[in-house]
């Protein structure tokens, strides 16, 4: 073994081994709640996908994170043409809301994937993006405007942050081989699957395979999340799109976990980049071997 590899190993096993005490936060975390509980009256006519409460996770593996919960809701017809547009849009589908609190604050602020953000990063114009642009604008309504956390996207490029991998395999054995290899790391949980193809052909649309799968640890992305919650939104969970082309070819594509926080924080930690490497190597194995 490597030195590299020896000295990656010992950061790993502190970063999954070690825990933390978490300072009270009983009010803010009860605002975060609260902001959630106003989300979800807004999104009622919407397809729910899954709600990932970050903190609560982490806590139950005795590790602290800010009060940070996502909401994943779906409008299956937006998703089909956005999609048709470029099919790694379908990484940042479906809507996603983070209702969430900064470290050492009792603050509550709410994030979310905006259309502009969408624009940058797939190449997309005002006249693909109108249809989301206005539904998560219209959800958005619903928070005071000092709440809302906008992201700056003066640093996002096309296809920003944005990881790839060709498989050797067909896209049902691909697909097959990566949820074996993802639970079989012992400390991840599912949370759901977006079958874009199927709700495809509710609308009349044929499209070529293609799913997004949701997962995540609780306790490393706990970890990774600790001074950076905000990457709760695009990170937390893992949101691992797996697509065929034309002509059957499967590409897996994820998101950079630094990248998010460097776009968010300006700044990355030991367990994000602990994460990514895990990320790239479990995928890499399931789909190249």
């Keep these: 073994m490597t030195f590299k590899k020896i000295l990656l190993v010992f950061i790993t096993a502190g970063i999954y081994s070690c825990s933390s005490t978490p300072p009270a936060v009983p009010k803010v975390e009860q605002k975060v709640d ?71 604050t009792s603050k509550a602020s709410v994030a979310y994937t905006s259309a502009e953000f969408l624009k940058k990063r797939h190449g997309l114009t005002d006249e693909d993006v109108k249809d989301f642009n206005k539904d998560i604008e219209k959800v958005m309504s619903i928070f005071p405007e000092e ?35 993802i639970g079989s790391q012992g400390d991840t949980e599912f949370f759901a699957v977006v079958d874009y ?37 695009e990170a937390f969970c893992q949101k691992l799109l797996v697509f065929a082309d034309d002509e059957g070819k499967v590409t897996v594509a994820f998101n950079d976990i630094v990248d998010f926080s460097e776009l968010y924080y300006d700044t990355w930690t030991i367990p994000q980049r602990v994460i990514n490497y895990r990320l790239n190597d479990t995928f890499s194995s399931a789909v190249m071997d």
Aim: proline share 7%; charged share 25%.
């Design 34 to 104: 609260q902001e959630v509980v106003e989300l979800d009256k807004k999104i009622r006519r919407f397809t729910p996908v899954t709600k990932i409460d970050h903190a609560r996770f982490a806590r139950n593996e005795g590790v602290y994170t800010p009060p940070s919960i996502v909401t994943i809701f779906s409008n299956p017809k937006v998703n089909t043409k956005l999609i048709q547009k470029n099919p790694l849009i379908a990484i940042d589908l479906p809507y996603k809301v983070l209702c969430y609190s900064e470290a050492d």
């Design 147 to 181: 709440s809302i956390v906008k992201s700056s996207t003066k640093e996002v490029t096309k296809d920003f942050g944005i990881l790839t991998i060709s498989s050797k395999y067909d896209f049902e054995t691909t697909v097959k081989r990566l949820n074996e290899a």
């Design 197 to 233: 193809q199927k709700d495809a052909k509710k609308y009349g649309v044929d499209m070529n395979p293609m799913q997004l799968i949701l997962f995540g640890g609780p306790a490393p992305g706990g970890k990774a999340m600790h001074t950076t919650p905000r990457i709760g939104l």
